[in-house]
Nanobody
Framework: QVQLVESGGDLVQPGGSLRLSCAAS????????MAWYRQSPGKQRERVAS???????GYLDSVKGRFTISRDNFKNMVYLQMNNLKPEDTAVYYC?????????????WGQGTQVTVSS
């Protein structure tokens, strides 16, 4: 069964931190590069961070140095540690395999988790 369950989103003040978690079914997680994406109202979904099975990572320029992606290959979990959060980080955050942008519309997505950065 294909399943992605994101959690950990919250309302946080600018400069605060959050840790997002994603539980992925084996069919999605196994041997795949995984990523966190986000989408805010009126904007396209964008990939924020990615991590290969070997642990190598990549980040959107605007989050470099603030966000850290990690994975637990035994638990089929992916995490996103977000520090020094800014109002522009406000969005619904999703995890999924690394997907080409042209596949976003037809891909399966979980319910996401809302991150709101506001004072």
């Amino acid at each position: 069964q294909v399943q992605l369950v994101e959690s950990g989103g919250d309302l946080v003040q600018p400069g605060g931190s959050l840790r997002l978690s994603c539980a992925a079914s084996g069919s999605i997680f196994l041997s795949n590069a995984m990523a966190w994406y986000r989408q805010s109202p009126g904007k396209q979904r964008e990939r924020v961070a990615s991590i290969n099975f070997d642990g190598s990572t990549g980040y959107l320029d605007s989050v470099k140095g603030r966000f850290t992606i990690s994975r637990d290959n035994f638990k089929n979990m992916v995490y996103l540690q977000m520090n020094n959060l800014k109002p522009e980080d406000t969005a619904v955050y999703y995890c999924n395999r690394v997907l080409p942008e042209r596949f976003y519309g037809n891909a399966y997505w979980g319910q996401g988790t809302q991150v709101t950065v506001s004072s």
